[in-house]
């Protein structure tokens, strides 16, 4: 009976009734047997029921009075909804046929109808005469929702820290404390935005770093646990690898393949082996968990991992896509068990090409976990430790591929900028904390090239092939941001005058020129700061712009697939449309219409990672600086605004000194980065060194503020415009 629906619908471009639905097959059934057919009630009923589940698929439209219609007849549209803090908000649409398509539609607060942020929903675009207007909630992503508790009268409820959710209700059917911070389950749903809630965990801030971490996770959305359907799948997924899992895989268990990760890495999801063949090329072998054939697509643990689009990294806790059992078991490629993965084989001649290469599922056996520092060991000085002798001449090897790989990527352009980071991280018990610097060594830079190459390659061999795929693309630079930066460098007089603005953000070579011309002054710090403000920020898209920043025309991500949802999906298209028989095309047509979903998704999900990230670093930095309040700091002046002067300590931590603490009256000077006193007192500039007080450390607003002790050095700006201002009396 579906292809009757079908083709009645298809044919039909306004709603249509039950019973004229009902006629118009009965017709067809006519013209196909020759004589009258009645349907039986048993077939009217198997109708009605497959016309409801097409609505519940989204596929047909039932409206208001009762009528059907396909819904790509009608003017409905799908797509993510993104609330603002005043209750209105926006449905991101992405449209892919051939190409990438996205489009915002403003809805206003009294068209939510209920929508939350963050809800996947089905929306009327309206017209000139009718509003947008959000027509039903699809899926709402929900499984806790942290918050705090208040009363109103006997009852509680959990009012979510999330402001974009606050217009949800939840009633507690149990006794709690005024202000207590929890998660709740939502139990029973009343309507829209009604919700019964169940305590699952309480989290008390002042016990320990982790419980802080955690809700920091809490106030962006993020949480730590997976549905009971989920676990109830875990229990079903083996342990070990299975002679059914090992049909159809090549078996690479007698090769020399390991690991090289940090030496507290559980979740170990990319490995590698390195070879020299008789025509004296390289035959480098990227190995990768398949995640693919353990989670079935669609799952429980699926929707799990959709839901959080990533695994979350933050002050030294982690919050897994999958839980232990995959993450650190079946899922990990630990040393000496067999592991299903799919390997990608490249072979690479000695100026750093990949002239051939093959992707295949396999199954792996790793001989050893190694860890980034022993290996730095091996390469830097010769250090070797006693389980890493029989592998040494191979890492030598594979390093002498990674600097071949790593010269023909800057070659092509590909951008550097000369900068670590500093993360925070606490003791076991969590309750104390301190900061490391994140560098890149000889070891941690093998593995990278090792896997953009792999990245490269697979988005190649999906694009010769016409598939779709879940590129990484990364636009050019932002030009006003460029022209920004051009005149800051003619100020303090280390102008980059060989190329316009227009030839840096379009040219990836001079683009890279541009940046070493930054990292090479007494200013580095500083600029490079600026000139990464300068970059796109790298997104998900179905269709494939290139990578500005790694100078790449093919890259998307296949070598975490326990990690990150965009790889699973790439693993996923392998499986559909290369490993296994897709004659019919109907999987490669699935694909072009989910990546759009699963690219804007997973984007969504990442600058979640990233804000994460960015709050939990500054909760940590606002908590060590507030022992320190009254000291002295040096300090650098990063940027100038007419309200304060934005300045980087010694230990890259930053902090504010406001305008209204400084003496006298400023007048902002945009033109040459400076503030300058109009009472005779010290005036300031991009570059200055100053000597700084710790005035204050907010827990609460996260914000670290000085005060002005005195100035260490002034900035080369003060002779540039001493220059300009002598030029100019010169010219009059």
């Not at 067809?28 to 057919?37: A, D, H, I, N, Q």
């Not at 989670?295 to 839901?307: K, Q, V």
Request: hydrophobic share 35%; charged share 30%; proline share 3%.
């Amino acid at each position: 009976m579906e292809y009757y629906i079908e083709k009645v619908l298809s044919n039909e471009d306004k709603p249509i009734s039950f019973e004229r639905i009902i006629i118009k097959i009965e017709k067809l059934l006519y013209l196909k047997e020759g004589r009258k057919v009645l349907l039986s009630p048993e077939e009217r009923d198997n109708i009605l029921d497959l016309l409801d589940k097409a609505v519940q698929k989204f596929k047909v439209y039932k409206t208001s009075s009762g009528n059907y219609i396909k819904m790509s007849k009608t003017l409905l549209k799908k797509g993510r909804f993104y609330a603002d803090r005043n209750g209105a908000g926006k449905v991101n649409i992405s449209i892919y046929n051939g190409y990438k398509k996205d489009e915002n539609i403003s809805i206003g607060k009294d068209k939510v109808f209920g929508a939350i942020d963050g809800d996947y929903v089905l929306v009327d675009p309206g017209c000139n005469r009718t509003p947008p207007k959000i027509v039903e909630i699809i899926d709402r992503f929900l499984v806790y929702i942290p918050g705090e508790v208040y009363s109103d009268g006997d009852k509680y409820y959990v009012r979510p820290i999330d402001k974009k959710k606050r217009n949800i209700i939840i009633a507690l059917d149990e006794p709690a404390i005024e202000g207590e911070k929890v998660q709740v389950s939502l139990e029973k749903k009343y309507d829209d935005n009604t919700y019964s809630g169940k305590i699952v965990k309480r989290i008390n801030i002042d016990k320990d770093y982790s419980q802080k971490v955690l809700w920091e996770y809490f106030k962006h959305g993020v949480d730590n646990d997976f549905s009971e359907e989920s676990l109830k799948q875990l229990e079903q997924i083996p342990n070990v690898v299975r002679d059914i899992d090992r049909i159809g895989r090549e078996d690479f268990t007698n090769w020399a393949i390991f690991t090289i990760d940090g030496e507290d890495t559980e979740d170990m999801d990319d490995a590698i082996s390195c070879t020299i063949n008789d025509k004296g090329n390289y035959v480098l072998g990227v190995h990768i968990a398949d995640i693919a054939s353990i989670i079935p697509e669609g799952s429980p643990l699926d929707r799990d991992a959709f839901r959080k689009g990533n695994s979350y990294y933050s002050g030294g806790f982690i919050i897994y896509m999958f839980p232990y059992k995959i993450s650190k078991g079946i899922g990990s490629l630990n040393p000496n068990v067999d592991r299903m993965a799919i390997s990608c084989i490249m072979e690479i001649d000695p100026e750093g090409q990949v002239i051939n290469y093959r992707i295949t599922p396999s199954i792996i056996n790793s001989k050893i976990k190694m860890s980034y520092k022993k290996v730095n060991d091996i390469l830097k000085t010769g250090v070797i430790d006693s389980q890493y002798i029989k592998y040494a001449d191979n890492l030598r090897l594979m390093n002498k591929l990674a600097f071949l790989l790593r010269r023909e990527r800057l070659k092509r352009g590909s951008i550097e900028f000369d900068r670590f980071d500093i993360r925070p991280y606490t003791d076991r018990n969590s309750k104390s904390f301190d900061f490391s610097i994140r560098t890149q060594d000889v070891a941690e830079n093998l593995i990278g090239e090792f896997m953009l190459v792999a990245n490269e390659t697979v988005d190649k061999e999906l694009s010769k092939r016409g598939l779709p795929c879940i590129h990484r693309v990364h636009g050019k630079p932002n030009k006003s941001k460029v022209v920004e930066l051009l005149n800051l460098l003619r100020t303090i007089n280390i102008p980059f005058d060989s190329y316009s603005a227009d030839e840096i953000v379009s040219n990836k070579k001079v683009f890279q020129e541009f940046v070493k011309h930054i990292c090479s002054n007494k200013y580095s710090s500083l600029l490079t700061a600026e000139a990464i403000k300068c970059m796109s920020r790298a997104k998900y898209s179905p269709k494939n712009i290139g990578h500005f920043g790694l100078a790449k025309d093919n890259y998307c991500h296949f070598t975490s697939p326990g990690r990150r949802y965009s790889d699973l999906t790439v693993h996923r298209i392998l499986w559909d449309c290369v490993f296994n028989d897709d004659r019919d095309g109907m999987n490669r047509k699935k694909w072009m219409y989910k990546a759009p979903i699963i690219a804007e998704n997973t984007t969504h999900t990442e600058r979640i990672s990233d804000d994460t990230e960015r709050d939990v670093f500054r909760m940590f930095i606002v908590d060590y600086m507030s022992n320190y309040i009254g000291q002295e700091f040096e300090a650098t002046v990063l940027y100038v605004s007419k309200n304060c002067l934005t300045v980087e300590i010694n230990n890259m931590i930053e902090g504010t000194v406001r305008v209204k603490d400084l003496p006298g009256v400023y007048l902002h000077d945009p033109e040459n980065y400076s503030l300058i006193s109009l009472d005779n007192y010290d005036n300031y500039y991009v570059g200055d060194k100053l000597k700084l007080k710790l005035k204050s450390a907010s827990k609460d607003t996260r914000k670290i503020d000085f005060t002005v002790v005195g100035k260490i050095s002034e900035s080369d700006i003060v002779s540039t415009i001493r220059n300009v201002k002598i030029k100019k009396r010169e010219n009059t």
